[in-house]
């Protein structure tokens, strides 16, 4: 079973509106958790790392939480724009590990 | 390179010919990763090498894949006798060290895989 689970699995946004993905973890002990951007035919670039004690971060447009307590972590865009149409992969790390462990992602399309 | 080179880009071959992925790290890059990402799915781990340390080669789904990492940089995934199963992207990525635990990996564009 997949220790990090993504959800929805795809949206769709009319441009300017707000969107919140979520990632769930079972990932133990817990180091980081990051949050990358896939543009089509691209390989993912980093947004955001959130460690154990950051609740919040935020990225230009992006604000990423994380709630090391129940293991679940959300990427809000704000204001999206069209450019903003990519995959966003959830990426969680343990301690002491270098694997590291993918969600599936969620394919977000902004419309015009 | 200013980042993690993948050739080729897209490769396409025949069921039960031999194939060959070249990843080339961001220089100075310790670690190296490759990583197979099959349509709708997440990102599966394939192997990991670090430094001159034996690879963690724990992901590959078969012996037909092997992968090399020749001098400490350059990196070749093999499959042999390919099948329809595993047409995929093969994703390649590298990071300093993996300590500090927040080093970046850095990923390149993939190379696609179709096997006909």
């Known amino acids: 079973k997949n220790q990090v689970e993504q959800s929805p699995q795809s949206l769709i946004i009319l441009e300017g509106k707000n969107c919140t993905l979520q990632?769930?973890?079972?990932?133990?002990?817990?180091?980081?958790l990051r949050w990358y951007k896939q543009d089509t035919g691209r390989g993912p670039v980093s947004l955001t790392i959130?460690?154990?004690?950051?609740n919040t971060k935020s990225n230009g447009r992006y604000t990423a939480t994380l709630d090391a307590d129940t293991k679940q972590s959300s990427l809000h865009i704000t204001a999206s724009q069209l450019s903003d149409s990519a995959s966003y992969i959830c990426v969680v790390r343990g301690s002491n590990d270098y694997k590291l462990s993918f969600g599936a992602g969620t394919t977000v399309t902004v419309r015009a | 390179g200013a980042g993690v080179s993948q050739s080729p880009s897209n490769k396409v071959t025949e069921k039960g010919k031999d194939v060959e992925l070249r990843c080339d790290p961001i220089?100075?890059?310790?670690?190296l990763y490759w990583y197979r990402q099959s349509l709708g799915q997440g990102l599966e781990f394939l192997i990991y090498f670090q430094g001159n340390s034996a690879p963690d080669k724990s992901g590959l789904p078969s012996d037909r894949f092997s992968a090399e990492r020749t001098g400490g940089s350059v990196s070749t995934l093999t499959i042999q006798r390919t099948q329809q199963e595993d047409s995929a992207v093969y994703l390649c990525?590298?990071?300093?060290?993996?300590?500090?635990?927040?080093?970046?990996?850095?990923f390149g564009q993939g190379t696609r895989l179709t096997v006909v």
């Open positions: 220089s100075g890059h310790t670690a």
């Open positions: 959130m460690t154990f004690s950051e």
């Open positions: 990525a590298s990071s300093r060290h993996p300590q500090p635990e927040n080093t970046e990996a850095f």
């Open positions: 990632c769930n973890y079972t990932v133990s002990p817990f180091s980081n």
